[in-house]
T-cell receptor
Framework: GAGVSQSPRYKVAKRGQDVALRCDPI?????LFWYQQALGQGPEFLTY????????KSGLPSDRFFAERPEGSVSTLKIQRTQQEDSAVYLC???????????????FGEGSRLTVL | AQSVTQLDSQVPVFEEAPVELRCNYS??????LFWYVQYPNQGLQLLLK??????LVKGINGFEAEFNKSQTSFHLRKPSVHISDTAEYFC???????????FGKGTRLHILP
């Protein structure tokens, strides 16, 4: 596609409910990042994929958070048993640079805004 | 590990006045530095970047930034701001040859008429 597409754009969940957020990166981009942006904060790194391999998941805040990219394109971020502190905008980004040749251009989606009641 | 500090959470400035948004980083190894901008109701986009070479880098919309290794800073400047520059600006850093990019907390630029 022309850009990074994320769905749903808005999600309201009751505490304890499971949610799944989808990211469709720019076609052909090898790498994919997930970030969490709380209100008034900068994007916080969650996890990083190269193709289908999850190379870094050091930013996932708890074992309730799980991400996958089974075929190396679309990625899903799943949050189990959501808590109020999970309320944030979840951003997906795919870079135009090849792995290991970072030139810094991350293309971001518009994000999925999660509100946990 | 690297980190980024943006000391000012908000900066008000009159239209057509100059502005500087401050960014300091911490890293024990060589880094790449970036400024991203988030306009209201839009996604983040790259404003400019420093990878190597000249320490003064120019970006889109008349912005520029200077990499100062001794002061570990990468401040963003514009000589004359316009109402359309109203946005949140994020400084970011990554280690050389590491794809992970770490963002600061952001500075909201508020243009006064």
């Amino acid at each position: 596609g022309a850009g990074v597409s994320q769905s749903p754009r808005y999600k309201v969940a009751k505490r304890g409910q499971d949610v799944a957020l989808r990211c469709d990166p720019i076609s052909g981009h090898v790498s994919l990042f997930w970030y969490q942006q709380a209100l008034g904060q900068g994007p916080e790194f969650l996890t990083y994929f190269q193709n289908e391999a999850q190379l870094d998941k050091s930013g996932l805040p708890s074992d309730r958070f799980f991400a996958e990219r089974p075929e190396g394109s679309v990625s899903t971020l799943k949050i189990q048993r959501t808590q109020q502190e999970d309320s944030a905008v979840y951003l997906c980004a795919s870079p135009d640079f090849l792995p290991g040749i970072n030139t810094g251009e991350l293309f971001f989606g518009e994000g999925s805004r999660l509100t946990v009641l | 590990a690297q980190s980024v500090t943006q000391l000012d959470s908000q900066v008000p400035v009159f239209e057509e006045a100059p502005v500087e948004l401050r960014c300091n980083y911490s890293s024990s190894v060589s880094v790449y530095l970036f400024w991203y901008v988030q306009y209201p109701n839009q996604g983040l986009q790259l404003l400019l970047k420093y990878l190597s070479g000249s320490t003064l880098v120019k970006g889109i919309n008349g912005f520029e930034a200077e990499f100062n290794k001794s002061q570990t800073s990468f401040h963003l400047r514009k000589p004359s701001v316009h109402i359309s520059d109203t946005a949140e600006y994020f400084c970011a850093v990554s280690m050389v040859r590491d794809d992970k990019i770490i963002f600061g907390k952001g500075t909201r630029l508020h243009i006064l008429p």
